[in-house]
């Protein structure tokens, strides 16, 4: 799905929602949400370290069903991860091992479900993701002389081409006042991040047993605005 269509299917189904409350005569919120990402990849083909990246996005939070609202928008991320590695030439110092960064950019729409504690004040949020992300990049060019750990030829940009759809579950909690509320949310993907690989040729000689595998962790810290 391409970004284009995540943005038409989230302005109907905004739009369907704000049809359908104004006959239940219920609250709906329009608003905007940001903060921070962790994001991870867990896996037993690479070292990765945890990386801060940020969010931003558009969301609709409403009524549904006595104690039940419900949430959905679409958020656009840059994410960052860490993946250990060692120079191309020669003896390899401690200095010359490192974890390298890379940066994944993208785009989520989320459908969520929340859990009123205190309507409007605290809620528990949860449901699916559809993530669409673009490269895995590396984030300093220069960083393309190092290899992986594990490998003997696999650079960072060998391993680029990640798999750009995803699914994700995510759980969470919403506090705050009734138009400004913090959130804390964890997302897990349940689709493999680095599937693609396993289809270029560069990488058959070392493609690990099994293939390469690995799942999202991500962390998601920020707040909404509802107007």
Partial sequence: MSLKNLIIVTLFLSFSTL?????????????????????????????TEQGTGFYAGFVTHGDFYNNFDLEYGITFFQNEIG?????????IPTSDAKYIPFTISGAQVKF?????????????????????????????EQDNDYILEGYTTVTGEDISQVSPIHFHLAGGITAGLKH????????YGVTNFFNRLNDQDGLQAEKPEGGFKGNTS??????????
Wanted: charged share 15%; aromatic share 16%.
């Fill in 112 to 140: 969520l479900g929340s859990l009123n504690i205190i309507t409007h004040y605290l809620s528990v949020d949860f449901g699916p993701i559809l993530s669409v992300n673009g490269k895995m990049k590396l984030k300093h």
């Fill in 180 to 187: 400004f509320r913090l959130n804390a949310q964890y997302q």
């Fill in 19 to 47: 049809q359908a409350q104004h006959v239940r005569e219920e609250y709906n919120f329009l608003g905007i949400q940001g903060g921070v990402t962790l994001f991870d990849v867990k896996t037993d083909n690479f070292n």
């Fill in 83 to 91: 993946i250990y590695g060692r120079r191309f030439n020669g003896p």
């Fill in 218 to 227: 991500l962390i998601l810290l920020g707040g909404y605005i509802f107007f």
